[in-house]
Nanobody, 116 residues
Framework: QVQLVESGGGSVQPGGSLRLSCAAS????????MGWYRQAPGKRRELVAT???????DYTDSVKGRFTISRDNAKTTLYLQMNSLKPEDTAVYYC??????????WGQGTQVTVSS
């Protein structure tokens, strides 16, 4: 079993920054991709950014140039640096780990609120 624990959410004014972290633990074998998703009230969960096992990254258009996904050398902690935050970034942010040809795991989510 794999556990994902997010941290770093909070409230910030427009234009501010936050850094989310996701610590992965448990039985992680093989190649896997990790990513961040978010879900705003009344909306579907959407992809924010992903990082493949090889380090390739991808971002949804609305966060390109503002958000940066990264991970530690051990590949067990995933980060999301969020700059120039906007009110429309307000959502619950979820960490995701997808083992290739295997199961997908989710964290419990962390709230990000951008408001003046």
């Amino acid at each position: 079993q794999v556990q994902l624990v997010e941290s770093g959410g909070g409230s910030v004014q427009p234009g501010g920054s936050l850094r989310l972290s996701c610590a992965a633990s448990g039985s992680i074998f093989g190649l896997y991709n990790m990513g961040w998703y978010r879900q705003a009230p009344g909306k579907r969960r959407e992809l924010v950014a992903t990082m493949s096992s090889g380090g390739s990254t991808d971002y949804t258009d609305s966060v390109k140039g503002r958000f940066t996904i990264s991970r530690d050398n051990a590949k067990t902690t995933l980060y999301l640096q969020m700059n120039s935050l906007k009110p429309e970034d307000t959502a619950v942010y979820y960490c995701n780990l997808q083992i290739q040809l295997g199961p997908t795991y989710w964290g419990q989510g962390t709230q990000v609120t951008v408001s003046s």
